[in-house]
């Protein structure tokens, strides 16, 4: 090869070695670190930035709920309770609502920007006093931060027959 080749791979090579790296805690350098990546606050935040939701850990997992709503707004679910999760939302921030089934819960965006945020429940409180579930949108957080949380694909609402009187949300079913 060409001294000029040679000098260009060089230089090509250089800049990507240039480019950001991995955080500390994303180095292979044992389960220990990941462990501790696990019990680091994280924030959701909307597109543009107005809405942020913060949560005091990685969720336990991922759910990528297939029920007609979810599958359209392409969310990815942690959850937390609602006692431990914080906002923190800029002057002049707008939240938009959906309410839709069977209205337990409203699916919550940013009126600025249009990302979904996060599912927020009507009743806060569990029958048994326990704080009740919310989704927090982890397609808003830092895809490195949450690159080893497994991922759960609920797959039964896909085959789920439309118009079934039965069904607990028969007027949910997709009508394709």
């Known amino acids: 090869a060409s001294k000029a080749s040679r000098s260009r791979s060089k230089l090509v090579s250089s800049s990507i070695n240039k480019k950001k790296s991995l955080p500390f805690h994303f180095t292979l350098l044992g ?37 007609t709503i979810c599958r359209r707004y392409a969310a990815a679910w942690g959850y937390y309770k609602v006692d431990e999760v914080k906002f923190d939302m800029k002057e002049g921030a707008k939240v938009s609502k959906y309410v839709w089934g069977d209205k337990e819960k409203s699916f919550d965006f940013c009126e600025n920007c249009g990302c979904v945020c996060y599912w927020w429940p009507f009743e806060l409180k569990n029958p048994d006093g326990t704080a009740a579930d919310c989704g927090v949108n982890t397609r808003n957080m830092d895809p490195l931060e949450i690159y080893h949380v497994n991922r759960k694909i609920e797959r039964a609402w896909v085959f789920a027959p439309i118009n079934n009187k039965d069904m607990a949300h028969a007027e949910d079913q997709a009508k394709y």
């Open 31 to 67: 389960p220990a670190l990941l462990i501790k990546m696990a019990d680091k606050p994280l924030k959701s935040a909307c597109h543009c930035g107005a809405i942020t939701v913060i949560v005091p850990r990685q969720p336990e997992e991922i759910n990528e709920c297939q029920c």
